[in-house]
């Protein structure tokens, strides 16, 4: 019903900078959480950034000050600033957003874009 795509991945040197992207498509009436997080070899998924569609924004304590989540509700589409970058290798970024498919629909259902992968190099 909704597809994620996201793109700007990449390979960057630490202290660069990148800016991810996540488009959606499909039945979306509006989509309240927009979500990004990483995942690196042999760890745990976890929680990068939340954007809310009140204007709420969180980080992770270890990427405050240097990633920014944005947001345009309009071409429903969730970007992620990363700036600072660490040298910490590789990881895979995903996109995860709430969607409400209709008007009348009662809940919002969680869909995940296929991730971009990061690599960060000394």
């Known amino acids: 019903q909704v597809q994620l795509v996201e793109s700007g991945g990449g390979l960057v040197q630490a202290g660069g900078s990148l800016r991810l992207s996540c488009a959606a498509s499909g039945r979306i009436f509006s989509i309240n959480a927009m979500e990004w997080y990483r995942q690196a070899p042999g760890k745990q998924r976890e929680l990068v950034a939340r954007?809310?569609?009140?204007?709420?924004?969180n980080y992770a304590d270890s990427v405050k000050g240097r990633f920014t989540i944005a947001r345009d509700n309009a071409k429903n589409t969730a970007y992620l600033k990363m700036s600072s970058l660490k040298h910490e290798g590789r990881a895979d970024y995903y996109c995860?957003?709430?969607?409400?498919?209709?008007?009348?629909?009662?809940?919002?259902?969680?869909?995940w874009g296929q991730g971009t992968q990061v690599t960060v190099s000394s």
């Open positions: 954007s809310t569609n009140d204007g709420t924004t």
């Open positions: 995860r957003l709430s969607v409400r498919n209709e008007i009348l629909a009662a809940t919002y259902t969680d869909y």
